[in-house]
């Protein structure tokens, strides 16, 4: 059953609200990261710890808006807020090597009016940019796609949101109106060349939006245009043909690679039939994948939407769930739904649903949360939240976009920027953002600035920042950052112990 409320009223019904910074601070850098906080965690989940969470945390309560990698333990790995804004972080391969990939920008999707207006960039395992992919728009890249094509990995399917006059009359809108057109486009990276380009204003009925422009207000101007569509992703089969989520009609389409509609599912005028007795309907959905083969669909139901000041809540939690499709009997069943488990309730914006093997990891996109399912049988394997428990977007806490995963196996981070130190209180502190594969610390002295080889002491690395003793230690040091075959990964610059400051590098 739907029900309204504004955002205000629910809001009051949240508490309590979050109000003040929930940050992590380090002696050996001025990063300060909200923290992955873990909430439970099966024995057999992960247990080589080489899984690395890749997410770009942001809200009122974020300082410092980075692109952010932690531990499945909840360690920070990297950040970067020199890249300042972000969302959709990820770790894609194009053209067989493997990469880091976000949107970078200005603007704000969540609320799902001003979308956002940015690139696609691409950095390496040395956390250099080095790829730019852009839309064809006069709004640049919108925030809520930036996803290679595989299995050929040579291009990027993007979206883009550019405000238009149009008569909205027929929906109770203004004859002078403006309309918020979604576009999705599928980019050559190494070009830049627009290989297919297509509008929801050309396709899609206005009568099909749940967007009701009576709420909302919505088409008065080019900056409050009436989103009735609000694409949020796309993806591609091996026949060249495109699958889209549209949130505000609350519809799944299926494209031909004409442009055509070949079918919609969900939605005012599904071409589908529920099978079984699992519930196939979703609410204002994000992430929509093939899987299995492409007899299968994974979506993310968030149960619930914000139409500008109004809160519609359709579904009481917010799920990931597999659905089978069959394009021939043109039936819908499910096949699994993962719920949360110390966490409940909907999401009203964002969020993910990504199969790594055997596990499903799912992101809860305003509520900004993360657990880990068994792929078959569903059962909570691992949950986390980003920053306080109770943080919501909505309560101008946290949310975040996407949650996706790599590991050690694959990614190997491998910065520019030598390893950090502090001195305080006869301790040394150290850190290396972004290495991830960093076993020990040795801190060397010596008593000139040119002989600091001598070694004082060798430490396991413990997490984002290690502390060692500089019990023994002469008038300057520094410290090497080794692997766990004893390989020297890396070495910091030179510091003097009577004022911590750097001397040479």
């Known amino acids: 059953m739907r029900n309204y409320i504004s955002a205000a009223a629910f809001a009051a019904l949240l508490s309590p609200p979050v109000l003040a ?35 770009c945390p942001q809200g009122e309560v974020v300082s410092q808006p980075a692109p952010t990698i932690y531990d499945s333990h909840g360690e920070l790995v990297w950040a970067s807020p020199n890249i300042g804004l972000c969302d959709d972080l990820n770790y894609q391969t194009y053209n067989g090597q493997g990469y880091l990939t976000m949107w970078v920008g200005s603007g704000n999707g969540a609320t799902g009016l001003q979308t956002g207006s940015g690139t696609a960039i691409m950095l390496n395992s ?15 890249t919108d925030l809520h796609e930036f996803h290679i094509v595989q299995p050929e990995n040579r291009t990027a399917l993007v979206t883009a949101f550019n405000p238009i006059p149009l008569d909205l009359t027929s929906v109770g809108g203004l004859a002078n ?42 088409g008065t101007n080019s900056s409050f245009a009436w989103d009735p569509v609000h694409i949020n992703s796309i993806d591609k089969d091996r026949e060249g043909n495109y699958l889209i989520s549209a949130r505000n009609c609350q519809t799944i389409y299926k494209l031909d690679k004409n442009g055509t509609i070949i079918w919609r599912l969900g939605g005012k005028t599904s071409d589908f039939k529920a099978q079984g007795e699992g519930d196939t309907q979703f609410h204002w959905q994000h ?35 597999y659905l089978e499709l069959d394009q021939t009997t ?23 649903i ?14 900004p949360w993360v657990t880990a399912h068994d792929l078959d049988s569903g059962d909570v394997l691992f949950s986390a939240v980003i920053g306080p428990n109770n943080s919501s977007l909505w309560l101008g806490g946290i949310s975040n976009y996407r949650v996706f995963q790599t590991s050690t196996l694959e990614f190997v981070g491998h910065p520019t920027q030598p390893p950090a130190v502090a001195i305080s209180d006869g301790d040394v502190y150290v850190s290396w953002n972004g290495a991830t594969h960093v076993s020990s610390y040795t801190l060397l002295t010596g008593s000139t600035a040119s002989t600091v080889t001598k070694k004082v002491t060798s430490v396991v690395k ?20 080794l692997a766990a075959n ?8 030179v510091y003097r112990t009577s004022d911590g400051s750097i001397v040479s590098r």
């Open 21 to 55: 910074l929930y940050e992590r601070n380090y002696h050996s850098t001025s990063l300060a990261i909200q923290p992955l906080n873990i909430l439970e965690r099966a024995a057999s989940y992960d247990p080589n710890n080489t899984t690395l969470f890749l997410v």
């Open 126 to 140: 040395n956390y250099e940019i080095v790829q730019n992919v852009s839309a064809v728009n006069p709004g640049l």
């Open 177 to 218: 109106g403006w309309y918020l057109n979604s576009i999705i486009q599928e980019v050559d990276i190494a070009t830049g060349r627009i290989l297919f380009n297509w509008t929801s204003v050309d396709h899609i009925a206005l009568a099909e939006s749940y967007n009701n422009i009576s709420v909302t207000g919505e």
């Open 287 to 321: 992430h929509v994948r093939w899987r299995e083969d492409e007899t299968q669909i994974s979506v993310f139901d968030d149960g619930a939407g914000v139409l500008d000041t109004t809160v519609v809540i359709d579904e009481t939690v917010a799920t990931g769930k």
């Open 330 to 352: 043109m039936t819908v069943s499910l096949v699994q739904r993962y719920f949360p488990t110390l966490n409940t309730g909907p999401s009203f914006a964002e969020g993910s």
């Open 354 to 367: 990504e199969p790594y093997g055997n596990t499903v990891i799912v992101g809860y996109g305003s509520n």
């Open 462 to 481: 413990t997490g984002f920042e290690t502390k060692m003793s500089m019990l023994g230690g002469d008038a300057f040091i520094s410290v090497t950052a």
């Open 486 to 493: 004893g390989t020297t990964l890396g070495k910091s610059a």
